[in-house]
């Protein structure tokens, strides 16, 4: 079973940044293939991130990483928009390949999320 935790959330001015950070335990992450979604209130959830593929609302301000132990993804984020104000989930897949990464049902295990909120 793998767990993930997501954290790093908040309110920021347009134009700040912030770091998303998902923990995850049970296994090693190197097993597994991770991506950053969101969801803005009365949206579908929408994939963001993963691998070096990002969504093109945020291409060149986000940017996804792993840390060297393997059990923490980033997401970091520039740049921000008030467009950006969304709960954002990280995700793990065993499918350790690229394919089909922006699909939200090839993801196997879900964090319960944290707010980002951008004012403008």
């Known amino acids: 079973q793998v767990q993930l935790v997501e954290s790093g959330g908040g309110l920021v001015q347009a134009g700040g940044s912030l770091r998303l950070s998902c923990a995850v335990s049970?296994?090693?992450?190197?097993?597994?293939?991770m991506g950053w979604f969101r969801q803005a209130p009365g949206k579908e959830r929408e994939f963001v991130a993963a691998?070096?593929t990002y969504a093109d609302s945020v291409k060149g301000r986000f940017t996804i990483s792993r840390n060297p132990a393997g059990n923490t993804v980033y997401l970091q984020m520039n740049s921000l928009k008030p467009e950006d104000t969304a709960v954002y989930y990280c995700?793990?897949?065993?499918?350790?390949?690229?394919?089909?990464?922006?699909?939200?049902?090839?993801?196997?295990?879900w964090g319960q999320g944290t707010q980002v909120t951008v004012s403008s």
């Open positions: 049970g296994r090693t992450l190197s097993r597994y293939s």
């Open positions: 691998f070096s």
């Open positions: 995700a793990a897949r065993q499918r350790t390949t690229p394919s089909d990464i922006v699909t939200m049902t090839t993801y196997d295990y």
